[in-house]
Every structure is written in structure tokens, then in C-alpha cells.
């Protein structure tokens, strides 16, 4: 496993993914509002690693995490946004 994120995250480094400054993430609605709310502590470099491992489902309980465990300041609907903006956009296939 370990392996496996080593050779993935190079990959991403390989195509630039993981650029600085931060890669801007996919236009798309919703692109806006994560922008906005998920750079404010890292920045959304976090969002395009974590797109190797995370499903639709992972997405969801990663932020909430960022809201409960860290204080993100972020509502009900603009999280449902977030989340719906990254599933469709940064989920990995859901593990069978
Ligand atoms: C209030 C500050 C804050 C905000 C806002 C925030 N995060 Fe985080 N985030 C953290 C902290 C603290 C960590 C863990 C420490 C670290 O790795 O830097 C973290 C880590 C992460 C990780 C790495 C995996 C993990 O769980 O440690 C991901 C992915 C992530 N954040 C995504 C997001 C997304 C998506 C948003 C927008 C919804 C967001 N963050 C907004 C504070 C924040």
C-alpha cells in the first residue's frame, strides 16, 4: 500500500498535477466554493493527492472531518456542494 501511494503520488508529480504554486482545480459548479473553503488552512494540492485514494463516499466523511475535527466554517449546503463538486470531479473508483 505504501508502494502503491509512493508511485502514485510521483505520478502526479510527473504530470505537473502537484505544481507550485497549487494546481487550480477543474472548472465545474462547485469549483468556486471548494476554492474558497479549502485552501483557506492547506491548499487544494491536498484535494488532487487524496483524489488517488478517496471514493464519493471518503469525500463526504473528509469534509466533514474538516468541518468537525478542524473547524472549518463551512454550512450544510455549501458542504453539499463541496462534496458533490469532488465526487465528481476527484473520486477514485469505489473499491469493489
Ligand atoms: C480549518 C482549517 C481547514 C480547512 C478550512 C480545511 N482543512 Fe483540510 N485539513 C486541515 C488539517 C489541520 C489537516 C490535517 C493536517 C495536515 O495534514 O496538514 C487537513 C487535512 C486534509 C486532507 C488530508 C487527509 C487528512 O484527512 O488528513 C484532505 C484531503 C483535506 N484536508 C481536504 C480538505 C477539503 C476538501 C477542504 C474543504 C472542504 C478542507 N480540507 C478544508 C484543516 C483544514
Known amino acids: 500500500m505504501k508502494r502503491l501511494a509512493t508511485a502514485a503520488l510521483a505520478a502526479l508529480i510527473a504530470r505537473g498535477a502537484l505544481a507550485d504554486p497549487p494546481a487550480p482545480l477543474k472548472p465545474g459548479p462547485g469549483e468556486d466554493v471548494t476554492s474558497a473553503h479549502c485552501n483557506a488552512c492547506h491548499t487544494s494540492d491536498y484535494i ?15 469534509v466533514t472531518k474538516m468541518r468537525t475535527a478542524f473547524g472549518a466554517p463551512i454550512d450544510d449546503a455549501t458542504a453539499a456542494q463541496i462534496v458533490a463538486y469532488l465526487a465528481a470531479h476527484y473520486a477514485a473508483p469505489a473499491k469493489p
Open 48 to 62: 488532487v493527492m487524496n483524489s488517488v485514494f478517496l471514493t464519493a463516499d471518503q469525500w463526504k466523511a473528509e
